[in-house]
């Protein structure tokens, strides 16, 4: 491949990501020193169509990007009216908690569409000078001969999925600067392999994570609240397991739900997406959505570490921001506010040095880290089981972080239990008190469907195995392959196949994915690698 000719684009800064963090940080850039060229480079079909979020946002950022926003606001935008938090005892049961946690009143921010936010900031940044590319995957860093980062290569289009070239194959280009800045959201494919690389998580906790899923529905009139935020906590997870829900009323007779575990869960047979799927038919919640439709769906991985996972964000020619070095506040949920103030920062601080050297120690000493440091200790404290989780946090909010001990996060990977003889699926969902759903999505490629998501078949397959073997043996025996389950968009399947030693392999159905990550993160043999498929493939999800 190397042999290849390849066009080359040189800009003084390339952005790998068209996420908030991306965008603010351009918008500013060319704020500040509109002479310098910037290119922002998106995998994504069209920008916002692979951002997932809640999401509720904190407007301060918005307010210092671009003052004049509310006067032309997104296209979904809707104050917050009232916060309601609940706990699910059961299947059955909803309680009303008279207290809602301080870290999840919002009042004074707003209900939006992360995707069309996104969408919308792109011509603020185009309108500056701002070149956006969207369909254009980063495939690989570039690096100089003195092993600086010094760009990134777009990955080729027309690559038939045995490696061979196509009739419309396109060598991909090669876009070259001095400053990379690395805004791919959690777990970056290119932000994976440089943080490796550099080892910039040497001295800093193994990060950790959720898998986010989000529906966005229509009802039928008069039966929504815009504005209206509710969280819940509890059922369908059991006390060990951590979790929790989302409700967001929007405009026009839409609610957005979604439903958050956390990626260190310890039971093998724990399925994310079914557990979703019980909580929205759970009676405290079915009756809100039943007559309604299903608009878009999709699932990403949540940074979930925060201070204490947070890598060194700077390396030889290139920075990281936003969810590329972690920067979600867990018991706000909420990230977008961190990102687009790391944004602007690193903006600042590259018009101040022309160079991502001192961006680590900027970022360090800024309000964004001050406010992981005074939570820092929430989301790991939870390890312990959900009361004393709750306790934790108590005392942490209480004290606003002044506690002198800092708890460890611990990766997700190496969390899980080993299944035992004769356990099943069915068995486990009766012991988490799981109940018959009737609700849509029917089941995974309904919702993968709903996602709109799009591979050409003939591509190589972009989710690497790196030995399946495992797959039909150990993992086989000791985890009942979980990624059977832990994986919303069914792309992995154990398919008979007399020829192995249990009678099953491993299929890869990549054209369903949805670009989650959480096969990356939860495989316990650590064999799975997401890489970026050909430019523009993937989910296009609506208004999520």
């Not at 004049?68 to 909803?94: H, N, Q, S």
């Not at 018009?351 to 120690?361: E, L």
């Not at 880290?369 to 989301?379: G, H």
């Not at 309904?446 to 993992?475: G, M, R, W, Y």
């Amino acid at each position: 491949m190397s042999e290849i000719e390849r066009d080359v684009m040189e800009y003084d800064v390339v952005v790998v990501g068209a996420g908030p963090a991306g965008l603010s940080f351009a918008i500013r850039l060319k704020q500040l020193n509109p002479e310098t060229s910037v290119c922002v480079i998106e995998k994504a079909s069209t920008i916002g169509a692979q951002i997932l979020s809640g999401a509720v946002i904190e407007p301060a950022p918005l307010d210092a990007l671009l003052p004049g926003w509310r006067e032309a606001p997104p296209p979904i935008c809707v104050p917050v009216t009232e916060d309601e938090f609940w706990y699910l005892p059961d299947g059955k049961r909803a309680i009303k908690s008279p207290i809602v946690p301080p870290q999840m009143h919002n009042h004074g921010n707003f209900i939006v569409s992360l995707g069309a936010l996104c969408a919308w900031l792109a011509p603020q940044a185009e309108a500056l000078g701002v070149e956006i590319y969207p369909g254009f995957a980063a495939s690989e860093p570039l690096f100089d001969d003195a092993g600086a980062v010094r760009g990134v290569r777009i990955g080729d289009m027309g690559v038939a999925k045995d490696g061979s070239h196509k009739a419309g194959y396109t060598a991909g280009i090669d876009i070259v600067a001095p400053i990379t800045v690395l805004a791919e959201g959690c777990r970056g494919h290119l932000s994976k392999q440089l943080i490796a690389k550099f080892a910039l998580d040497a001295e800093c906790d193994a990060q950790t994570y959720g898998i986010g899923m989000k529906e966005l529905w229509q009802l039928p009139p008069g039966r929504t609240t815009p504005g209206k935020t509710v969280h819940s906590i509890g059922w369908p997870m059991d006390n060990a397991t951590y979790g929790g829900s989302f409700l967001y009323h929007l405009d026009n007779d839409r609610v957005a739900i979604g439903f958050v575990v956390g990626l260190d869960y310890e039971d093998a047979l724990l399925s994310p997406f079914e557990a979703f799927q019980q909580f929205k038919n759970h009676p405290h919640i079915k009756p809100l959505l039943e007559g309604g439709n299903i608009l878009s769906t999709g699932a990403r991985a949540i940074v979930e570490g925060g201070y204490q996972s947070l890598p060194k964000v700077e390396m030889p020619g290139a920075m990281l921001v936003g969810d590329s070095a972690g920067l979600l506040n867990v018991p706000k949920i909420k990230g977008t506010h961190q990102a687009m103030r790391a944004g602007m920062l690193a903006a600042e601080h590259v018009v101040a040095t022309k160079s991502a050297t001192g961006w680590d120690a900027k970022l360090r000493e800024s309000p964004v880290m001050a406010e992981l440091k005074q939570v820092r200790n929430i989301r790991p404290g939870f390890h312990k089981g959900l009361w004393l989780g709750l306790a934790n946090a108590g005392w942490e909010t209480l004290t606003r972080g002044l506690s002198p001990w800092t708890l460890k996060n611990h990766a997700d990977w190496n969390t899980l239990d080993k299944v035992a003889s004769g356990e099943t699926i069915a068995a486990d969902q009766t012991r988490l008190g799981y109940g018959d759903c009737t609700l849509p999505p029917r089941d995974r490629l309904q919702s993968v469907f709903f996602a709109s998501t799009s591979h050409d078949e003939d591509q190589p397959v972009h989710l690497k195995v790196s030995d399946t073997n495992i797959c039909a043996t150990s993992c086989a025996e000791d985890f009942d392959n979980p990624c059977t389950r832990f994986c919303p968009a069914g792309v992995y399947e154990m398919v008979a196949d007399a020829a192995m030693p249990r009678g099953k392999r491993l299929q890869i159905n990549s054209a369903n994915c949805v670009h989650c990550k959480t096969c990356d993160i939860k495989d316990p043999y650590q064999i799975i690698t997401w890489v970026t498929p050909e430019g523009g493939s993937g989910p296009n999800y609506q208004n999520l």
